[in-house]
């Protein structure tokens, strides 16, 4: 573990605590990079192990390709993939494009009520997010926060390259000492509860509705996960994208400058350029669906003609036929009243929730509740 610094931060590097070898199966699919500013990580792991962008083994990303593609049925690869340095900066793309407010409304609530939030939580108080983020929305609260005692903020990513992006954003906060987290989400957490000082309480930031990218029922457990690792009278802010009308969902996940088609697509390449792939991008497109059901956008790949895929390093060949996708990405949408419901089903009470005027985005203030309702 690379030692914290002694004092607050007041430098662009804070400290980065470092566990290595200690990702378990469970945390791992918790562990991926934060959703903003991913950029591209080496030697998050154990070491020695070759490592593609991300910070994911190579070994861990051509077993997930080989596994996904390999299914019979809908083939699959998994979203976690998406964020290597080129990825990353294609997420950041997204997130000003007109079709696509959920990153602007996310940090418009996080800023209008940043006040609010922090006096919902009793003082003395530390802070940890769930993903390092490009650090704009964490600042609010921060600053609120660093107002009313000096403070500790804890990012915790797998990515070291998005950690110090974060950290450089942040640096300048009065009073917010700042200390990176290299760890997937869970044990990021459990090691931060494991520092807290006696009568601190922590509030846990999960912003972007990045819940919605997990299969709703590894969402709910995903919140269970985090309460387990949180005392009672402890705080979540969650942040979670509302159902809107299907042309705007859509318009969203399907951006017509192709930006979110560059994103997608670029998955395909990442596997060239890590596995030696040899997908031919251009007998490929992009697709995003609306699933009724699971109230839920669906994004594609969908091969353009028959074909036949070779992945030396994955160690397979894959034929497809014309018209057949590749499923990457579920992007679930919520409605206030089912936010609420699945927190409480994970241990948390839904205190307060604020929306935006302009793009319909929910933040979820949950206190984690004793399991002994007698208490
Ligand atoms: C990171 N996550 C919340 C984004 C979303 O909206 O599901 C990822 C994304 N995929 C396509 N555009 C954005």
New binding site residues.
């Given amino acids: 573990m690379i030692p914290e610094p002694a004092g607050a931060s007041s430098h662009a590097w804070a400290a980065i605590a470092y566990r290595p070898g200690q990702r378990s199966r469970d945390n791992d699919r918790f562990g991926y990079p934060s ?2 500013g991913k950029q591209e990580a080496r030697g998050a792991g154990s070491g020695g192990e070759a490592r593609g962008g991300g910070g994911v083994s190579l070994r861990e990303f051509a077993a997930d390709v080989r596994a996904g593609l390999s299914k019979q049925g809908q083939r699959e690869l998994p ?1 976690k993939y ?1 964020y290597d340095e080129v990825g990353s900066a294609l ?1 950041e793309a ?2 000003v494009l007109p079709e ?1 407010g ?1 990153t602007r409304a996310d940090e418009r609530i996080v800023r209008a009520h940043a006040d609010e939030i922090v006096s919902r939580v009793p003082s003395p108080a530390i802070v940890a997010e769930l993903g390092s983020g490009s650090g704009r929305k964490p600042r609010w609260i921060l600053g609120s926060l660093g107002r009313r005692e000096p403070a500790v903020y804890y990012p915790i990513d797998i990515s070291p390259a998005a950690l110090a992006r974060c950290e450089w954003e942040l640096s300048r906060i009065p009073s917010v000492r700042i200390i990176g987290m290299l760890n997937p989400y869970l044990e990021g957490l459990k090691e931060v509860a494991s520092r807290r000082k006696d009568g601190q309480r922590i509030l846990v930031l999960f912003l ?3 819940i ?2 997990f299969d709703r029922p590894v969402g709910e457990q995903f919140l269970g996960q985090v309460r387990s690792a949180l005392l009672p009278g402890d705080a979540l802010l969650l942040g979670t ?1 509302l159902e809107k009308p299907i042309p705007q969902m859509l318009a ?2 399907d951006d017509p400058v192709g930006v ?1 088609a560059a ?2 697509l670029n998955l395909l390449a990442r596997i060239n350029r890590e596995l030696g792939g040899d997908f031919d991008l251009r007998r490929w497109r992009h697709a995003a669906r609306w699933d009724e059901q699971q109230r839920r ?1 669906e ?1 594609h790949l969908v091969s353009q003609e028959r074909q036949t895929v070779r992945i030396p390093r994955a160690g397979v060949e894959v034929s497809f036929r014309q018209d057949e996708t590749i499923w990457t ?3 679930h949408k919520y409605t206030p009243d089912l936010v609420a419901s699945m927190a409480q089903r994970a241990g948390f009470r839904c205190e307060a929730q604020w929306s935006d005027e302009e793009w319909p985005f929910a933040e979820s203030f949950l206190i984690a509740i004793s399991p002994d309702p007698s208490r």
């Fill in positions: 959703c903003m979203s998406f997420f997204i997130s696509y959920l972007g509705s990045t919605g990218n994208d969203a996940y979110t994103f997608n956008i994004m990405e579920n992007s």
